[in-house]
């Protein structure tokens, strides 16, 4: 049923576009800020809420957007462009997907400007998972009218998801580099447009070297979008990749506070969750154990909401948070003179409170087992090593087995998923190396391989001193 619907709305979004191509508005010079979208409604109060919802989209914080689009379309029920933004921030795919055929019998009925009428269109085609088309419309548009800062910023952004990364020899991807040249060329072409500042710096959360010009550029996004947590949560991740946890610890903590709204649950928040993660993170590796444990142990202290076990902020907390505190303990040098053992045991311990059957008890298993047998191996008791890595590997097995069933509850898993298993892999071959010392420099390649680039402003998987 669904590829009917689907086929009918990219038809539908072609048409759109058509439409929107026909009567296109002409941005004139001193055009208002790019988010002042021509809308066809007369509520100042939607057009407000609107210009708000579309600047937290396109930023990334869709839990704020959405509230945003929701009082847009209580201010005014034929507001169009409200209800897909509706849709782009709903989390459940299901009710996301059974809402999109009676979406575009509603905007057919609904007025638009021809600009709305280029948004809903290319919207739908995201919501169609057509990411690669509507990046190309972005980016036509932005070619035409060069005030159109919004639809500059979505086509880079889009092309930059769509191949984001490097290969393993550190060489950028073809639609990455487009991405960053067209974010370089808007950016020195516009350094004083928040956007701009923005997406320079953005598409470089995951290259292999900072650039001082991203490093720059992220500075004036904080400064032009002041009390946003995006911003300041991308500068502190572009200084923390730059071997700068220190300096970019204040700058995650302020993306925590702005991220907190009464107005928005913690269950809801996954900005909010991934920057705390990210201050615990930075902490220890800039050296602040203590403060690093209280950030972690107030994290682990949070009740686990069951009612919303598949929530992206709670999908967070079970499987980052969880194993944040054994996590740090992976490539702690001279793990026996340390107390490794009795620090993984206290990690396994403050964990929240799982549900019985939760796959990342296998992560925790494997994890701890891993530690357990590099003490041992350190101690040269190297057949309790070897049971301990026995161990380790079938509590991996298990977790490889729960794939289908996790991804089954929908895309937010795949992200955790994924780092889950390099976390495992990792500390599974930093084991092997200190168990089997004849092959040792093969398991320590693995484990730098097995270390994959760090994408969606996420702290790394497997975090090292500086």
């Given at each position: 049923m669904f590829h009917v619907e689907q086929s009918a709305l990219i038809f539908m979004a072609a048409?759109?576009?058509?439409?929107?191509?026909?009567?296109?508005?002409?941005?004139?010079?001193?055009?208002?800020?790019?988010?002042?979208?021509?809308?066809?409604?007369s509520n100042e109060e939607a057009q407000k809420s609107m210009q708000a919802g579309m600047l937290d989209l396109v930023l990334g914080w869709p839990e704020?957007?959405?509230?945003?689009?929701?009082?847009?379309?209580?201010?005014?029920?034929?507001?169009?462009?409200?209800?897909?933004?509706?849709?782009?921030?709903?989390?459940?795919?299901?009710k996301r997907e059974r809402s999109l055929a009676a979406l575009t019998e509603r905007i057919n009925n609904l007025p638009a400007t021809p600009v709305e009428t280029f948004y809903l269109a290319t919207f739908l085609k995201l919501l169609?998972?057509?990411?690669?088309?509507?990046?190309?419309?972005?980016?036509?548009?932005?070619?035409?009218?060069?005030?159109?800062?919004?639809?500059?910023?979505?086509?880079?952004?889009?092309?930059?998801?769509?191949?984001?990364?490097?290969e393993e020899d550190g060489k950028i991807r073809p639609l990455q580099q487009r991405a960053l040249e067209l974010a370089v060329s808007r950016y020195e072409q516009n350094p004083e447009d928040a956007?701009?500042?923005f997406v320079r710096a953005y598409v470089e959360e995951s290259a292999p070297q900072v650039s001082e010009q991203a490093l720059e550029a992220a500075q004036k996004a904080v400064q032009k979008l002041p009390g946003h947590p995006i911003p300041s949560h991308l500068l502190g991740h572009?200084?923390?990749?730059?071997?700068?946890?220190?300096?970019?610890?204040?700058?995650?903590?302020?993306?925590?506070?702005?991220?907190?709204r009464k107005d928005i649950p913690e269950w809801e928040s996954s900005v909010l969750m991934t920057a705390r993660l990210y201050v615990s993170t930075a902490l220890w590796t800039a050296g602040q154990d203590g403060k690093a444990l209280a950030t972690r142990k107030a994290m682990n202290a949070m009740p686990l909401d069951r009612e919303h076990l598949h929530a992206p902020a709670v999908i967070l907390q079970r499987w980052e948070a969880a194993t944040l505190p054994l996590r740090v303990l992976v490539k702690r040098p001279k793990p026996a003179r340390e107390g490794?053992?009795?620090?993984?045991?206290?990690?396994?311990?403050?964990?929240?409170?799982?549900?019985?059957?939760?796959?990342?008890?296998?992560?925790?298993?494997?994890?701890r087992a891993a530690l357990y047998a590099r003490v041992r191996a350190e101690r040269k008791q190297m057949s309790a090593a070897a049971s301990s890595l026995k161990l380790a590997e079938e509590a991996l097995l298990k977790f490889e087995k729960t794939r289908e069933d996790v991804l089954a509850h929908g895309a937010h898993y795949i992200t955790p998923w994924m780092r889950a298993m390099e976390a495992c892999e990792v500390a599974l071959a930093t084991a092997r190396a200190e168990v089997y010392t004849r092959t040792a420099d093969m398991w320590?390649?693995?484990?730098?391989?097995?270390?994959?680039?760090?994408?969606l402003m996420m702290p790394p998987v497997i975090p090292e001193k500086q």
């Open positions: 048409a759109l576009v058509a439409a929107a191509d026909v009567a296109p508005v002409q941005l004139p010079e001193n055009a208002p800020p790019a988010l002042q979208l021509p809308l066809a409604t704020s957007a959405r509230l945003h689009f929701e009082k847009a379309a209580q201010a005014d029920d034929m507001c169009s462009l409200a209800y897909v933004g509706l849709l782009m921030t709903e989390a459940d795919a299901d169609t998972n057509d990411k690669a088309g509507a990046a190309e419309d972005f980016c036509r548009r932005a070619e035409q009218y060069r005030l159109d800062s919004l639809s500059a910023c979505w086509g880079i952004l889009l092309l930059h998801c769509s191949d984001v990364g490097y956007l701009a500042c572009l200084l923390y990749r730059s071997g700068k946890a220190a300096e970019a610890v204040p700058h995650l903590m302020q993306a925590a506070k702005h991220a907190t490794l053992i009795v620090a993984a045991a206290k990690a396994a311990q403050v964990s929240p409170a799982l549900p019985g059957e939760d796959p990342v008890l296998y992560v925790r298993d494997c994890l320590r390649e693995s484990a730098a391989r097995s270390v994959r680039p760090v994408t």
